[in-house]
């Protein structure tokens, strides 16, 4: 059981004829991002939020809301989660392992949310018997189970101690991909743009640390928050220029150098450093003529 942290499911993990207890914690959270009350202008006064019976215009307090399906103009099904989760007993409390599976075969588009899975106390040999499995055969898992009211696909993969789970888009979630690039004209690009723009990409690779991410719209927000409560003038946004077609290869050439110099500035420095270790030190003449130099060189700085 993760210490400090509350479990948003409870329920069992299965794979073959073995079963384990298992709970499912938040891997991400929005709680720490800066956050805004609605305000009426004339009163400064926050505005809340109130459900209202659309005929009778009368308030609707939380436990007297349910879900409903319009089936005509105004009338409806109503459908309790009860009922919802009855309609798939088997599925309600276990997520039921299906096939396993190279986790590569998942597009990220399908990924939605995250969650750590970890064993419950009294079966912590066979979960950790399937993640070590897991690990060894390289395979992720195709699971699916009743979470949060509604029926979830769920990918299920190692991740250190324990597993992640990731609950999937429905492909008819999913928007096709095709429609989204169709308008996309055909360009053809020059050898030389293509030969800069691998240049560039290649001095700029590295790892991913998600740490060295900094969330500049939550700082900019505590800016500007912090800016209206002191009365300093606020930030204007700046002016971003689009490359255009004339001046593209003019860019990248210009980006190309300047990653060609930072990449080599610390070649040069450690070269000239390797250098000045072979010199011989100079006679006592040079060295006074070099100190004399020096200080000439310093009286007119100043």
Same mark, same amino acid.
């Given at each position: 059981m993760a210490s400090g942290m509350r479990a948003q499911w409870k329920?069992?993990?299965?794979?073959?004829?073995?079963?384990?207890?298992?709970?499912?914690?938040?891997?991400?959270?929005?709680?720490?991002?800066?956050?805004?009350?609605?305000i009426n202008k004339a009163s400064g006064n926050r505005v809340n939020r109130v459900f209202i019976d659309s005929e009778t215009e009368d308030p609707v307090p939380k436990e007297k809301q349910t879900k409903g399906f319009e089936i005509d103009n105004g009338q409806y099904i109503i459908v309790d989660p009860e009922e919802v989760a009855a309609t798939i007993p088997d599925s309600?409390?276990?997520?039921?392992?299906?096939?396993?599976?190279?986790?590569?075969?998942?597009?990220?588009?399908?990924?939605?949310?995250?969650?750590?899975?970890?064993?419950?106390?009294?079966t912590g040999d066979a979960f950790a018997a399937l993640r070590? /499995? &897991?690990? !060894?055969?390289?395979?992720?898992?195709?699971? %699916?189970?009743?979470?949060?009211?509604r029926m979830r696909t769920v990918l299920i993969h190692p991740h250190g101690k324990g597993l992640i789970a990731t609950?999937?888009?429905?492909?008819?979630?999913?928007?096709?991909?095709?429609?989204?690039?169709?308008?996309?004209?055909?360009?053809?690009?020059?050898?030389e743009m293509m030969d800069l723009a691998k240049h560039i990409?290649?001095?700029?690779?590295?790892e991913f640390d998600p740490a060295t991410f900094a969330d500049r719209y939550e700082a900019a927000l505590a800016d500007l928050v912090k800016a209206k409560i002191e009365g300093r003038p606020l930030p204007k946004p700046k002016k971003v220029d689009v490359s255009k077609p004339n001046d593209l290869l003019a860019a990248l050439r210009q980006?190309? /150098? &300047?990653? !060609?110099?930072?990449?080599?500035?610390?070649? %040069?420095?450690a070269a000239n450093a390797n250098a000045s270790k072979g010199r011989q030190p100079p006679a006592r003449g040079t060295a006074s003529k070099t100190a004399s130099s020096r200080s000439v060189a310093q009286r007119k700085a100043g």
């Open positions: 329920g069992f993990l299965k794979f073959g004829e073995v079963s384990c207890g298992v709970a499912l914690y938040t891997a991400a959270s929005t709680s720490e991002r800066i956050t805004f009350n609605t309600n409390k276990t997520l039921d392992i299906h096939a396993f599976i190279p986790i590569s075969d998942v597009d990220d588009v399908y990924f939605d949310k995250p969650y750590y899975l970890t064993p419950d106390k009294m070590d /499995g &897991m690990t !060894k055969s390289k395979v992720a898992a195709i699971a %699916r189970a009743v979470l949060f009211r609950t999937l888009q429905y492909d008819y979630e999913v928007r096709s991909s095709k429609k989204a690039f169709e308008g996309m004209p055909k360009i053809k690009i020059q050898s990409i290649s001095t700029k690779k590295g980006s190309a /150098g &300047m990653m !060609k110099a930072a990449a080599e500035k610390p070649k %040069r420095t």
